[in-house]
């Protein structure tokens, strides 16, 4: 895989550390306390939300959120559908507009993740998959990522069946294969259209 080259490892690495301070220094003063207070004021709980996903060579840490959804008795993971009777109306927002996952650019700082690469799932979609879908582990060769290739194509939010998730990880599986900086950008790039437009899977 080209992320196998040192080099290239360097470019990557050094790209989402420039990229991700950039946008916490730019970013994050205005937009960050506008959203937390939003979020305090329209539901109780904390602003940010923590869950454990597996990173490269399925090393676990914690990967954080904006809140999206309301605080209920904890009964286990179950993935987000849509209208989801659970996500707030700023919860809403901020999924369709990607915002919610502005907190990953701290994971991305500190080296849990980059700015493009497969998404992280939870664990326990992980341990459902990885023995149903043809080379599922394979996307954790590389870091996971804010945005992606499969995210790009419309293979994101729920995969509610194995078809979906098979094609996620079909794209992610090209990516690793065919990585350059110039598809990063394009991907970002993307990303970004996508959420000013807001993406209809985004739920």
Known sequence: EPLENPVN???KRGFDVMFSLMVILF????????????IKLTSKGPVFYKQLRAGKNY???????????????????VQAVKDDSRVTKIGKF??????????????VLIGN???V???????????EYKNMIDKYMVRNFVKPGITGMAQIKGFRGGTETKWKMQKRVQYDIWYIENWTFFLDLYII?????NAVKGDKNAY
Do not use: C
Not at 60 to 69: L, P
Not at 189 to 193: A, D, F, K, S
């Open 94 to 107: 901020l999924r369709k507009t990607s915002l919610d996952e502005m907190p990953q650019f701290f994971n």
């Open 189 to 193: 790039i993307q990303t970004i259209l």
């Open 9 to 11: 490892k360097f470019i």
């Open 27 to 38: 970013f994050y003063p205005i937009l960050f306390p506008v959203i937390a207070i939003i």
């Open 117 to 127: 690469g497969p998404r992280p799932h939870p664990i326990e979609l992980d341990e």
């Open 59 to 77: 090393k676990k840490f914690y990967i954080w959120k904006f809140r999206t959804m309301r605080q209920e008795n904890d009964n286990g993971f």
């Open 113 to 115: 993740m980059s700015v």
